[in-house]
């Protein structure tokens, strides 16, 4: 039987979701493909809207909306609210009818009922568990009951605010209904054709316990587990719980009962069982294909499948060019080099891969708007990796260390597939290009500059040169006419400028990164008495991010005191943007809008410096560091020639002066590099307004959502950018972004052997003890929520953030180490710092007392 509100689920397909619900359409997809599925139908979501309609419930709900935020005392009521209404409301008449035909064509009038949102099971948003299911229906008046309370779930506190928090709207939201023949199940379970543990694409995971599956969902029994790889079934991990209790039907519905005695410990499933199942499990991943979450019955040795749905939580594979027949360990590049988590802009993706690709004999792959670079070679190095692990320049130590674990992890299967290293020797010589070996003769002599030129006169010499080195690309962009020329020279100039001019700004400089260190030893041989040396790591001069946050602080002195307000066209904030505008939140990527054109976030900094009336504070604060870094050096050479040690006193005063007028240089290259991204993404833009003329794309700013070879392909690109655009945004959304990951699919999100009890022993990055409450941000964009004092709670920094310091007391980061950005600008500004706390941004809570110590990487929670 059909109507206008009932389908057989036998005739409806993914296609319908949008009418039916993605688990109804999930089924309808499955029995199609001849796997075993309970018969039934699906009352369509416009029976849901006839409901509402017909019971005035709309205009209510939109009342009892208006509002409602994300609280979780408030969201209850509300739903309590809504709830309420649905119980209250009469289905119409002809719905009615419809219900009663459906229910006449089932011989046994045992049903099950169960809920199908039209947004649900979706690969983009899993809203697993949130809407409810009925089980063991007997007659009519139960089923009204049931369909009522379906569509009520729609309005359930999970869902709810599920949607506040993901910004879902609730207009227009709808719910199908699933009304099938009940399966008393014998024995139930869960089936990922993945591994979400590991995110191992070639492994499954099965629970499986006795009765009907409720109690697995609702965590009442701990059910039996397997791993089992998915290739030859071999039972890889076994866990046989104790299964006390069971869902089980009763006369009218279902309840939890015990389990028999001689049950409890004995395995749910036989290995024959197992087999049989995930066979089937493999064809519906292949049927779907994207490995999947299936819940299955077994009654009288058959296995019924009552829902598929894509596992949302698994980091995308890299794509495969070896079959799988060989393990690959990658790492993700962008969060080793340069402790960014964020993905890149599918432009940005495709501009890194290909300079990647030039300077790197290994492989790049990419996934989730992230570059992973295959590092599997390093494990012949392995006389070397100690000095990886304890590498003081690392800028994220604890990638390194879990690079290194998996190496080591997987050290006798690599030994096994290792190629002889002479059949590397065309892969390492086609990088021995005429470009490369003009970029190292040329170096050479610049590394030496340090040590012939003053420090002033080196600083001008890496200014100028990186000067000249931006004017001219600027000279040759304004030269290009066709598309193909400007995707050449993006192409051609992406190794320039994200490599060869940065590097040779800090090939000027580089022997100030060993200064602090061999002052130190010169200080450690000649006194047992310990000098306060962090202080003189503050307030460096020629370091571009701290003088623009001075900068920032000198403007809101002006405005505050002629009494002006912050605009984009006032004079101090313009020139402001002339020096800095090309700056940007991940600014290595030339899809995201610079400072010049959304100058928003500068002027809500000066605005917040206003505010508070702090920026007189914040302005001797570092200048008194300043100055106290120049008498420490004095009071430690005062301290050497008081001994005798004239010599070595002369050599350390030259030490630790150049180390402060040099080190600070290091900010530079990553100044003049995005200065290069902003070029690119002019010429980007008007690659991006050609083919906006041209029909290709609805807007040029879609040009950062599709890669060269679309541009290259004369294809329309409006849906492509669209899609693009909407993955790139939900990938921004993403919590965790893994570490490392194999060529399997496995992923490793953090070191094993860092973490300690309490999980709040970090890296010290940053001297000092310090005591406030925790702000959690997501990005700069967030400063808003700052308050003077804050200790500042993020998964890393990049120079955009650097403005947020002069706020906070103290930093706390998941990620990066002694030598990233965060780390350098708060010992500069003095701020105690901590980096490499796991899960920081979810385990602490905004408000929270905490103590921060950037000697020992403590963090402790203070009860008050």
Same mark, same amino acid.
């Given at each position: 039987?059909?109507?206008?509100?009932?389908?057989?689920?036998? +005739?409806?397909?993914? !296609?319908?979701?949008?009418?039916?619900?993605?688990?109804?359409?999930?089924?309808?997809?499955?029995?199609?493909?001849?796997?075993?599925?309970?018969?039934?139908?699906?009352? $369509?979501?416009?029976?849901?809207?006839?409901?509402?309609?017909?019971?005035?419930?709309?205009?209510?709900?939109?009342?009892?909306?208006?509002?409602?935020?994300?609280?979780?005392?408030?969201?209850?009521?509300?739903?309590?609210?809504?709830?309420?209404?649905?119980?209250?409301?009469?289905?119409?008449?002809?719905?009615?009818?419809?219900?009663?035909?459906?229910?006449?064509? @089932?011989?046994?009038?045992?049903?099950?009922?169960?809920?199908?949102?039209?947004?649900?099971?979706?690969?983009?948003?899993?809203?697993?568990?949130?809407?409810?299911?009925?089980?063991?229906?007997?007659?009519?008046?139960?089923?009204?009951n049931c369909i009522k309370r379906c569509w009520s779930s729609l309005w359930n506190i999970e869902g709810l605010s599920y949607r506040l928090k993901n910004n879902i709207s609730n207009d227009n939201l709808d719910i199908g209904v699933i009304i099938q023949e009940f399966i008393p199940g014998e024995k139930s379970g869960v089936v990922f054709t993945s591994n979400p543990i590991n995110n191992r694409r070639d492994q499954m995971l099965i629970n499986s316990s006795w009765g009907l599956g409720e109690a697995i969902v609702s965590g009442k029994v701990t059910p039996d587990l397997w791993v089992i790889e998915k290739k030859n079934y071999n039972i890889l991990e076994e866990e046989i719980a104790s299964k006390e209790f069971m869902t089980a039907q009763k006369e009218n519905g279902v309840e939890l009962k015990s389990v028999a005695t001689e049950n409890t410990k004995e395995p749910s499933l036989l290995k024959s069982e197992l087999i049989r199942l995930l066979e089937f499990c493999r064809k519906i991943e292949e049927y779907f294909g994207y490995p999947q979450d299936i819940e299955w019955i077994n009654y009288k040795n058959n296995f019924y499948f009552v829902q598929s749905r894509p596992i949302t939580t698994l980091f995308p594979k890299l794509e495969s060019d070896n079959n799988d027949k060989e393990i690959k360990i990658y790492v993700n590049f962008l969060l080793l080099d340069k402790v960014i988590h964020e993905p890149l802009t599918p432009i940005g993706v495709d501009i890194w891969k290909t300079f990647?690709?030039?300077?790197?004999?290994?492989?790049?792959?990419?996934?989730?708007?992230?570059?992973?670079?295959?590092?599997?070679?390093?494990?012949?190095?392995?006389?070397?990796?100690?000095?990886?692990?304890?590498?003081?320049?690392?800028?994220?130590?604890?990638?390194?260390?879990?690079?290194?674990?998996?190496?080591?992890?997987?050290?006798?299967?690599?030994?096994?597939?290792?190629?002889?290293?002479?059949?590397?020797?065309?892969?390492?010589? !086609?990088?021995?290009?005429?470009? @490369?070996?003009?970029?190292? @003769?040329?170096?050479?002599?610049?590394?030496?500059?340090?040590?012939?030129?003053?420090?002033?006169?080196?600083?001008?010499?890496?200014?100028?040169?990186?000067?000249?080195?931006?004017?001219?690309?600027?000279?040759?962009?304004?030269?290009?006419?066709?598309?193909?020329?400007?995707?050449?020279?993006?192409?051609?100039?992406?190794?320039?400028?994200?490599? %060869?001019?940065?590097?040779?700004?800090?090939?000027?400089?580089?022997?100030?990164?060993?200064?602090?260190?061999?002052?130190?030893?010169?200080?450690?041989?000649?006194?047992?008495?310990?000098?306060?040396?962090?202080?003189?790591?503050?307030?460096?001069?020629?370091?571009?991010?701290?003088?623009?946050?001075?900068?920032?602080?000198?403007?809101?002195?002006?405005?505050?005191?002629?009494?002006?307000?912050?605009?984009?066209?006032?004079?101090?904030?313009?020139?402001?943007?002339?020096?800095?505008?090309?700056?940007?939140?991940?600014?290595?990527?030339?899809?995201?809008?610079?400072?010049?054109?959304?100058?928003?976030?500068?002027?809500?900094?000066?605005?917040?410096?206003?505010?508070?009336?702090?920026?007189?504070?914040?302005?001797?604060?570092?200048?008194?560091?300043?100055?106290?870094?120049?008498?420490?050096?004095?009071?430690?050479?005062?301290?050497?020639?008081?001994?005798?040690?004239?010599?070595?006193?002369?050599?350390?005063?030259?030490?630790?002066?150049? %180390?402060?007028?040099?080190?600070?240089?290091?900010?530079?290259?990553? /100044?003049?590099?995005?200065?290069?991204?902003?070029?690119?993404?002019?010429?980007?833009?008007?690659?991006?307004?050609?083919?906006?003329? +041209?029909?290709?794309?609805?807007? !040029?700013?879609?040009?950062?959502?599709?890669?060269?070879?679309?541009?290259?392909?004369?294809?329309?690109?409006?849906?492509?950018?669209?899609?693009?655009?909407?993955?790139?945004?939900?990938?921004?959304?993403?919590?965790?972004?893994?570490? $490392?990951?194999?060529?399997?699919?496995?992923? @490793?999100?953090?070191?094993?052997?860092?973490?300690?009890?309490?999980?709040?022993?970090?890296?010290?990055?940053?001297?000092? $003890?310090?005591?406030?409450?925790?702000?959690?941000?997501?990005?700069?964009?967030?400063?808003?929520?700052?308050?003077?004092?804050?200790?500042?709670?993020?998964?890393?920094?990049?120079?955009?953030?650097?403005?947020? /310091?002069?706020?906070?007391?103290?930093?706390?980061?998941?990620?990066?180490?002694?030598?990233?950005?965060?780390?350098?600008?708060?010992?500069?500004?003095?701020?105690?710092?901590?980096?490499?706390?796991?899960?920081?941004?979810?385990?602490? !809570?905004?408000?929270?007392?905490?103590?921060?110590?950037?000697?020992?990487?403590?963090?402790?929670?203070?009860?008050?």
């Open positions: 039987m059909e109507s206008n509100y009932v389908k057989n689920l036998s +005739n409806v397909s993914k !296609k319908d979701t949008l009418e039916i619900g993605g688990k109804a359409g999930n089924l309808g997809e499955m029995i199609n493909s001849k796997l075993p599925v309970p018969k039934g139908y699906v009352l $369509v979501a416009d029976a849901y809207r006839i409901f509402v309609s017909y019971n005035k419930i709309d205009k209510k709900i939109e009342k009892l909306l208006i509002d409602v935020e994300e609280n979780n005392e408030i969201i209850e009521k509300t739903s309590d609210s809504i709830k309420a209404l649905f119980n209250q409301g009469e289905i119409p008449e002809d719905l009615i009818t419809e219900i009663d035909k459906l229910y006449d064509n @089932f011989e046994n009038t045992k049903l099950a009922v169960r809920s199908s949102a039209t947004l649900e099971d979706s690969i983009e948003t899993s809203f697993a568990g949130q809407y409810d299911s009925f089980l063991n229906i007997k007659d009519k008046e139960q089923l009204y990647l690709t030039k300077i790197i004999p290994f492989d790049v792959k990419s996934a989730a708007g992230r570059l992973f670079v295959d590092v599997t070679e390093i494990s012949r190095l392995e006389r070397w990796w100690n000095r990886l692990r304890n590498n003081p320049y690392d800028m994220d130590p604890i990638t390194t260390k879990t690079i290194l674990e998996v190496l080591e992890r997987e050290r006798n299967l690599i030994r096994k597939q290792r190629k002889p290293f002479v059949t590397l020797i065309p892969t390492l010589m !086609k990088f021995l290009n005429p470009s @490369f070996l003009k970029f190292i @003769f040329s170096s050479i002599p610049k590394a030496a500059y340090g040590k012939f030129l003053s420090p002033e006169k080196l600083v001008d010499k890496v200014h100028n040169y990186g000067e000249k080195q931006i004017s001219l690309l600027e000279q040759k962009s304004r030269k290009l006419q066709t598309l193909e020329e400007r995707i050449k020279f993006i192409e051609k100039e992406s190794v320039v400028v994200y490599y %060869y001019l940065p590097l040779k700004i800090l090939y000027h400089v580089i022997d100030s990164i060993t200064y602090l260190d061999k002052a130190k030893k010169i200080i450690n041989e000649n006194f047992e008495t310990e000098f306060d040396l962090h202080k003189i790591e503050k307030s460096l001069p020629n370091n571009v991010t701290t003088e623009m946050g001075i900068r920032l602080l000198k403007i809101a002195k002006i405005l505050d005191e002629s009494n002006e307000k912050p605009t984009r066209n006032n004079p101090e904030i313009k020139n402001f943007l002339k020096e800095y505008g090309h700056r940007a939140y991940l600014e290595i990527d030339p899809g995201i809008p610079r400072w010049s054109e959304e100058p928003e976030y500068i002027i809500n900094l000066i605005k917040s410096y206003i505010k508070d009336k702090s920026y007189n504070e914040k302005i001797d604060k570092f200048y008194n560091n300043k100055k106290e870094a120049e008498e420490i050096i004095e009071d430690i050479c005062f301290s050497f020639n008081e001994k005798g040690l004239y010599k070595e006193s002369k050599k350390l005063q030259k030490i630790l002066n150049k %180390y402060r007028k040099l080190f600070g240089i290091r900010e530079f290259p990553k /100044f003049m590099m995005v200065k290069g991204v902003k070029i690119f993404r002019e010429v980007l833009l008007d690659i991006g307004k050609e083919l906006k003329d +041209n029909g290709r794309l609805d807007n !040029k700013e879609d040009v950062f959502f599709i890669d060269i070879a679309d541009i290259r392909s004369e294809k329309k690109l409006n849906k492509v950018a669209l899609d693009n655009r909407k993955r790139y945004n939900e990938e921004l959304k993403r919590k965790s972004v893994p570490r $490392v990951v194999t060529s399997t699919g496995e992923t @490793f999100f953090h070191s094993k052997n860092i973490k300690n009890s309490s999980g709040n022993l970090g890296i010290p990055i940053s001297a000092g $003890v310090y005591e406030g409450q925790v702000r959690i941000l997501e990005s700069p964009k967030e400063s808003y929520k700052l308050k003077n004092g804050d200790i500042l709670v993020a998964k890393s920094t990049n120079p955009t953030w650097t403005p947020l /310091f002069l706020e906070i007391g103290g930093l706390i980061t998941e990620m990066g180490g002694p030598m990233s950005h965060g780390s350098v600008v708060a010992r500069e500004y003095g701020i105690p710092a901590v980096s490499g706390i796991s899960d920081a941004t979810t385990k602490y !809570k905004d408000g929270q007392l905490i103590r921060i110590n950037g000697e020992t990487g403590e963090v402790e929670l203070i009860n008050v």
